[in-house]
């Protein structure tokens, strides 16, 4: 059997479909939610549904017993990840589980000096423990989610004209959720990736004035990218009432682009897709394109 945990979010939720496409019966994939009610899409498709949650080792231990691999997709609670990964290991240890494949993420600055160090220092440490668990383990190294680029450009960006980030000029290898998930259900369906680690990045990294270039030219607008420094960024965001919290992360995000922290380009994902992951100025004309809105 294989286990999706965090089911009900987009990445866990397209891992199970493209685990049902490669024709893995629905009986043998099992969906840890913390709230069945709110998997009814999961139910319906035959998936067995367990219940449990990171801050509960006793919930998880009962979930994960008879699993043979685990798709551990990273919590999203930050503030509270170390322990709540802590748990997903050890109860994965103490079910029996074979194989863990782990949702982490790339960056080249891996020191307390990144300015993603409180989204790095959880995954670090969930990498850490899993080697040293006697697990079977995959650790995935995922960078940016290029489903988050239009977030980053403001849903107005084609009204205003501006793309306004402190990115500076640095690039991204940004890759598509779905791409990411795809390729994790590659390695829990095939053999011999027990102890490797894949950089999830794109053939090419970008910047956000390449993403005003292009939007420019799928919009027929002129679309101009400016950086200002994060202080104005945080303060420019915080006027127009975004919380705290998302501030500093997006700035963080923006500042590591800017220092070239994420500018990370490889093939690994290309060899487990079979094909080359889909590129930004695709994306943003999926996205933005007069003719497909």
Same mark, same amino acid.
């Given at each position: 059997?294989?286990?999706?945990?965090?089911?009900?979010?987009?990445?866990?939720?397209?891992?199970?479909?493209?685990?049902?496409?490669?024709?893995?019966?629905?009986?043998?994939?099992?969906?840890?939610?913390?709230?069945?009610?709110?998997?009814?899409?999961?139910?319906?498709?035959?998936?067995?549904?367990?219940? /449990?949650?990171?801050?509960?080792?006793?919930?998880?231990?009962?979930?994960?017993?008879?699993?043979?691999?685990?798709?551990?997709?990273?919590?999203?609670?930050?503030?509270?990840?170390?322990?709540?990964?802590?748990?997903?290991?050890?109860?994965?240890?103490?079910?029996?589980?074979?194989?863990?494949?782990?949702?982490?993420?790339?960056?080249?600055?891996?020191?307390?000096?990144?300015?993603?160090?409180?989204?790095?220092?959880?995954?670090?440490?969930? =990498?850490?423990?899993?080697?040293?668990?006697?697990?079977?383990?995959?650790?995935?190294?995922?960078?940016?989610?290029?489903?988050?680029?239009?977030?980053?450009?403001?849903?107005?960006?084609? =009204?205003?004209?501006?793309?306004?980030?402190?990115?500076?000029?640095?690039?991204?290898?940004?890759?598509?959720?779905? =791409?990411?998930?795809?390729?994790?259900?590659?390695?829990?369906?095939?053999?011999?990736?027990?102890?490797?680690?894949?950089?999830?990045?794109?053939?090419?990294?970008?910047?956000?004035?390449?993403?005003?270039?292009?939007?420019?030219?799928?919009?027929?607008?002129?679309?101009?990218?400016?950086?200002?420094?994060?202080?104005?960024? /945080?303060?420019?965001?915080?006027?127009?009432?975004?919380?705290?919290?998302?501030?500093?992360?997006?700035?963080?995000?923006?500042?590591?682009?800017?220092?070239? =922290?994420?500018?990370?380009?490889?093939?690994?994902?290309?060899?487990?897709?079979?094909?080359?992951?889909?590129?930004?100025?695709?994306?943003?004309?999926?996205?933005?394109?007069?003719?497909?809105?």
């Amino acid at each position: 059997m294989i286990l999706v945990t965090g089911a009900t979010g987009q990445f866990g939720k397209s891992a199970i479909d493209f685990l049902l496409k490669n024709g893995i019966s629905s009986s043998n994939i099992v969906a840890l939610v913390r709230d069945e009610e709110k998997a009814t899409e999961l139910k319906s498709q035959g998936v067995v549904l367990r219940t /449990g949650d990171y801050d509960n080792y006793t919930s998880l231990v009962n979930a994960f017993t008879g699993v043979e691999k685990l798709l551990f997709v990273s919590g999203s609670d930050i503030m509270n990840r170390n322990a709540q990964h802590q748990n997903v290991v050890s109860a994965a240890k103490e079910a029996g589980v074979k194989h863990v494949v782990y949702t982490g993420f790339l960056g080249k600055d891996e020191t307390e000096t990144s300015p993603l160090w409180i989204v790095i220092e959880s995954h670090l440490k969930t =990498e850490a423990w899993l080697k040293e668990s006697g697990l079977d383990y995959t650790i995935l190294k995922n960078t940016l989610y290029m489903d988050f680029v239009p977030a980053f450009l403001g849903e107005n960006v084609l =009204e205003s004209g501006i793309i306004y980030l402190p990115a500076g000029n640095g690039k991204v290898g940004a890759v598509l959720r779905s =791409e990411m998930a795809e390729a994790a259900v590659n390695i829990l369906t095939s053999s011999n990736h027990a102890g490797k680690t894949y950089c999830f990045t794109n053939h090419e990294a970008f910047s956000y004035q390449e993403v005003a270039q292009y939007l420019s030219e799928i919009t027929g607008k002129t679309i101009t990218y400016i950086s200002p420094t994060a202080d104005e960024y /945080g303060q420019t965001l915080s006027g127009y009432g975004v919380p705290a919290d998302f501030i500093g992360l997006f700035t963080g995000f923006a500042v590591a682009q800017a220092s070239g =922290e994420l500018e990370i380009v490889g093939s690994d994902l290309e060899q487990l897709l079979g094909r080359k992951p889909t590129s930004v100025k695709t994306f943003l004309n999926q996205i933005y394109s007069p003719t497909n809105n």
